[in-house]
């Protein structure tokens, strides 16, 4: 294996550079605390993969959606593997986000010259709450209608614009297809590729900053 790998990467040259990104000094001191980060993004990877592979099978259509949920838990083969994953993994993913703020928080870390790094993390949860939030209406079932309809109902609350707001996240005046397609474009490409520039903005930061030394 190491010599086939040699070969791919004779021509490939992806062994040095990785090695210089992957081997970063790091301060002493560090405990288990600091792993959240990194499993949250392990989370993430298990999302994007599970989720490219339930979008094989589903079908983001009023009439078509809560049947496909069914054909993929019990017609596909591991189909309802590939959706539990998909499902324990987004719970997991915010769970290690809630962690990993709280010890930035606790070590400080979001003091300068971090800030900005702060700032784009409380981006992250955001997009992250939004991904929760749109992918739920996906199952088409009762309860997935009604938390969505008290969810984007609550918008409605907001002084002046509440009203445009509610029918522009809806799609419609009630919850229908139309917002079933707009959720299912939201969850599959615009959150996905949001949270992917700002994860690469997180990195970029943490890469050139280092992790800050323990109080
Ligand atoms: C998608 C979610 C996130 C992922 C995958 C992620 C990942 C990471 C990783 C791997 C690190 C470096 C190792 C570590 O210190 O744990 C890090 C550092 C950091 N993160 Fe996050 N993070 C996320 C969300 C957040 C959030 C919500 C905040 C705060 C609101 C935040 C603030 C920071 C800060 C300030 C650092 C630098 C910490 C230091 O130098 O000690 N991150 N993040």
Redesign the pocket.
């Known amino acids: 294996m190491g010599k086939l790998f040699d070969r791919f990467d004779a021509r490939f040259h992806v062994r040095r550079p990785h090695k210089r990104f992957l081997q970063r000094r790091i301060p002493e001191g560090l405990n288990y605390t ?5 499993l ?2 392990t989370f ?1 990877i298990v999302l994007a993969v599970t989720g490219l592979m339930l979008s094989v099978y589903y079908i983001p259509s009023e009439k078509e959606a809560y049947r496909s949920i069914l054909v993929i838990n019990d017609e596909i083969f591991l189909g309802w593997l590939v959706r539990s994953l998909h499902k324990w993994a987004a719970s997991f ?1 915010i769970v ?2 809630i962690l ?2 709280i ?2 928080f606790v ?1 400080r ?2 003091r300068p010259p ?1 800030e900005l ?2 700032i ?3 981006c ?2 955001l997009v ?1 709450m939004a991904s929760a939030f749109t992918g739920y209406l996906l199952t088409w079932d009762q309860r997935a209608y009604w938390a969505t309809e008290v969810g984007t109902a609550m918008i409605q609350t907001i002084p002046l614009i509440g009203d445009h707001l509610m029918y522009a996240v809806r799609g419609s005046a009630e919850i229908s297809g139309k917002t079933l397609i707009r959720f299912y474009s939201i969850h599959v490409l615009f959150l996905p590729l949001c ?1 992917g520039f ?2 690469w903005m ?2 970029h ?2 890469k050139r ?4 030394r323990r109080l």
């Open positions: 600091y792993c959240f980060g990194g949250a993004l993430f993913f290690m986000i990993h703020t010890r930035v070590t870390s979001y971090r790094n702060w784009v993390g409380c992250t949860f992250a949270m700002l994860m997180h990195f930061m943490v900053q280092g992790i800050a």
